[in-house]
DNA sequence: CAGTTCGCCTGGGGGC
DNA sequence: TGCCCCCAGGCGAACT
């Protein structure tokens, strides 16, 4: 499932390609169900004649810059994904073409229907909608520190997994990263979220930032069906310490890693290391 | 109000 | 080989 890396993989395999002057000629839809704050007709309408000027990130979220300070907001979910490719090429689950007027077209792809997509009329009315507006610091944000956090949890009682996926307090934690951001730093994930000490709280963001920035080196991980392009998969599953790995020897005491449900979501941890 | 559970959705993997 | 069941999970809504 896309997290942090696997955005920032796309959106900068995106960035090198090259549709930045051609013209979107028409849509073609298969499903409209992602669409949340438009219909086919007025998405049609907003983008149409429109060139795409660049492609950044907040988040989990992917934002197309359109011409005329237009803005389309995506996320991926679980399976969304985002082709740039030839007319005649097709991706197994589309759900959204966009053609362009030099030959290809852009793709939204997702089996599972999760996906979401707004449209917005200019940067601002983004920065002001409610999913943007009550994202928490993005992982390399400077202003990201371990008093930020420590402030954030010093109330919070539940399990601490399940605030490292809360995007309200860091945007871009998904399952993945969450799970081997505690094994590296040795915290349960059952830890009460207010147990964790400032210094613990530091231990986060640094271990966070080495797997993500390490998991972007690799172009993401593959789980699933991620890719950041058509045949193109990610490699950083290859360097996952718990996550996926239940039953099997913990790599760093040789126990056996547990797997349980925390909050829904399914979470490998070492009994013996995380405490 | 904080915390937890539910439901959305469907391909694919496991069991038989 | 085919069929059935159920799991995967981000996040908003509903619930406790």
Not at 27 to 34: P, Q, T
Not at 135 to 142: A, I, S, T
Not at 217 to 232: C, D, E, I, M, W
Request: charged residues 25%.
């Amino acid at each position: 499932m896309p997290e942090f890396p696997e955005v920032a993989t796309l959106i900068n395999w995106l960035n090198h390609q090259n549709f930045f002057d051609a013209k979107i000629k028409k849509i073609i839809f298969v499903d409209d169900i992602v669409l949340k704050n438009s219909t086919k007709k007025s998405f049609i309408n907003f983008v149409c004649g429109e060139t795409i000027k660049k492609i950044s990130q907040i988040g989990k979220f992917i934002i197309f810059h359109l011409s005329n300070n237009k803005i389309i907001e995506i996320h991926l979910r679980l399976e969304g994904k985002i082709f740039y490719l030839l007319n005649n090429e097709k991706s197994k689950f589309p759900m959204i073409e966009i053609y362009l007027d030099n030959g290809k077209k852009i793709v939204y792809d997702d089996s599972r229907k999760f996906g979401t997509i707004n449209i917005y009329n200019n940067y601002q009315d983004l920065l002001n909608s409610t999913e943007i507006k009550k994202l928490g610091k993005q992982p390399f944000d400077k202003t990201l520190t371990a008093n930020y956090l420590f402030n954030c949890f010093k109330n919070k009682t539940q399990k601490i997994k399940t605030t490292l996926l809360d995007q309200t307090i860091i945007a871009g934690i998904g399952n993945i990263y969450a799970d081997e951001t505690l094994f590296l730093c040795k915290i349960s994930p059952f830890r009460q979220t207010n147990k964790v000490s400032l210094k613990e709280c530091q231990l986060i963001i640094d271990n966070c930032r080495e797997i993500m920035s390490k998991s972007i080196r690799n172009k993401g991980t593959t789980v699933f069906s991620y890719q950041y392009a058509l045949n193109h998969s990610g490699s950083f599953q290859k360097y996952l310490k718990v996550y996926g790995r239940k039953n099997l020897p913990c790599l760093r005491c040789g126990s056996i890693l547990y797997w349980t449900k925390i909050n829904g979501r399914g979470t490998t941890y070492c009994k013996k290391c995380q405490k």
